[in-house]
């Protein structure tokens, strides 16, 4: 229950809090316990010298995720195989690609993580937040040209990655497509579907087998998921999920959610297969 105009400020912010500290953190752990630092602070400070309320708390939050992505990069380094950003069930929770849905798809946090945590938060808050440079450079610490500066060098080293997408049905049906092959054995649909350049990305987080490293090239992509079709499929249930504004699949045994399977595609098809097997990162999704 709300009980003062703080905590509706709060609440009111609260879908655009997390979406900024997600974005730059790739964790919905991490971006919950900025999100718990900021009410913290909030709760303590002074609010009568607070002239913009959204300023305020979007800075804090930013700054806050900052700080944060600084030792998360570390910790990823001696991460247990691929790391991959934690999925989030958005049609459970659209309110988090409700303003904007740029820099929210999981190939897309991905690509970001090569970016300095600075560049990232500047292209989060430019990309998907749309807020002017004077604005980011506040939050920054920086000037509005620096702000401006951040958000290009930013776009600079995506821009060899983002290529352009398919839209949502032709994703939709592209994962059906791949789906139906995967667990199928069917090689050479698996082999139509995978662009040339395709890589696959698989997070067991050291709980569960999977790839320490990505595979590269369709053809090969193909091979390895015919050579563990039976095994992986066996007694799996499919149900669809909009996971990061997108469509995805979940599988599960007995109630149990063991994958979640995302990929992007372009013109050329598939280019990334994302397999989300750690377990703790699927513990936030029911399996039906």
């Known amino acids: 229950m709300i009980t003062s105009p703080a905590e509706a400020d709060y609440h009111r912010l609260r879908p655009r809090l997390f979406g900024i500290a997600y974005r730059i953190l790739g964790s919905v752990a991490e971006a919950e316990d900025v999100l718990q630092e900021v009410w913290i602070r909030w709760q303590d400070y002074p609010h009568e010298r607070v002239e913009n309320v959204d300023a305020f708390l979007v800075t804090t939050t930013t700054r806050l995720a900052l700080n944060v992505a600084e030792s998360a990069r570390k910790r990823r380094e001696t991460y247990p195989g691929q790391w991959l950003p ?13 303003e904007r849905a740029e820099a929210l798809e999981v190939a897309v946090l991905l690509l970001l993580e090569r970016l300095t945590p600075t560049e990232r938060a500047a292209y989060v808050l430019r990309e998907a937040f749309d807020y002017p440079y004077d604005q980011i450079g506040a939050m920054l610490h920086q000037s509005a040209a620096g702000a401006r500066q951040l958000v290009s060098r930013a776009r600079k080293h995506l821009a060899g990655n983002l290529r352009s ?52 090239g369709g053809d090969r992509i193909a091979r390895v998921v015919r050579a563990f079709s039976a095994r992986f499929w066996e007694g799996a249930e499919v149900t669809h999920r909009q996971v990061n504004g997108a469509a995805a699949a979940m599988l599960s045994r007995d109630g149990v959610p063991y994958a979640l399977i995302t990929v992007s595609a372009g013109p050329d098809g598939i280019d990334r297969v994302l397999w989300h097997l750690n377990p703790d990162k699927l513990a936030q999704f029911p399996a039906g």
């Open 165 to 216: 997408r398919v839209d949502a049905a032709e994703q939709q049906r592209l994962l059906d497509a791949f789906l139906t092959a995967a667990r199928g054995g069917d090689l050479a649909a698996l082999e139509d579907l995978l662009a040339e350049q395709a890589v696959s990305y698989s997070d067991g987080g050291g709980r569960v087998r999977a790839a320490k490293l990505p595979i590269l």
């Open 86 to 98: 934690d999925p989030v069930d958005t049609s459970s929770d659209p309110a988090l690609g409700a």
